[in-house]
């Protein structure tokens, strides 16, 4: 199976501020298409999770622009440009290319 | 929109079989080129893929469960459904069918099941 390892687990961010989540596989999710097989998604308290970022980079349906997805091959990364309160949550990245599909043991963001 | 809810038993015994079922609302189940699947979520394994049913009734499994799991769909009902049977404490999680689009990532969720596996 693909091992997706998250850092930082626990993400305490200042409103306003940007920040920055790492996910790494064990192995490349670069598809021969030129796509990246790797996923974002954001788990509010008490919610299902949600999708942010599908294919490494590209925003979902819905998805504020403040959201970006970044990175090729086993390192990708999820920025926020300016956090906002309502961004709370888990943020879990998958990897979509070889089933069995495998999620990172999650991101807390907190509000400082 | 697409909405989908899962229903079925919270409780179910060791030893027995979980059943859940997943209602898609918002169009049809087999129109578009989708998987649909089923995720859960315990406090000790974090998000896990069990298994996901393309409309034409094929099937791929999580291997780590795959001798336990069936995912089967009724398109006359808009449903699709989960089997694990021999469930055991391990098997207690919040269960979701989630909708896989186009880009190998799952764009709709239900709203999740508590399953708990205990006598």
Known sequence: ?112 | QVQLQESGPGLVKPSQTLSLTCTVSGGPINSGDYYWSWVRQSAGKGLEWIGRIYTSGITSYNPSLKSRVTVSVDTSKNQFSLRLTSVTAADTAVYYCAREGNWFAFDYWGQGTLVTASS
């Open chain 1, 1 to 112: 199976d693909y091992v997706m390892t998250q850092s930082p687990l626990s993400l305490p961010v200042t409103p306003g501020e940007p920040a920055s989540i790492s996910c790494r596989s064990s192995q490349s999710l670069l598809h021969n298409n030129g796509f990246n097989y790797l996923a974002w998604y954001l788990q509010k308290p008490g919610q299902s999770p949600q999708l942010l970022i599908y294919l490494g980079s590209h925003r979902a349906s819905g998805i504020p622009d403040r959201f970006s997805g970044s990175g090729s091959g086993t390192d990708f990364t999820l920025t926020i440009s300016r956090v906002e309160a309502e961004d709370v949550g888990i943020y879990y990245c998958m990897q979509g290319l070889q089933s069995p599909y495998t999620f990172g043991q999650g991101t807390k963001l907190a509000i400082k």
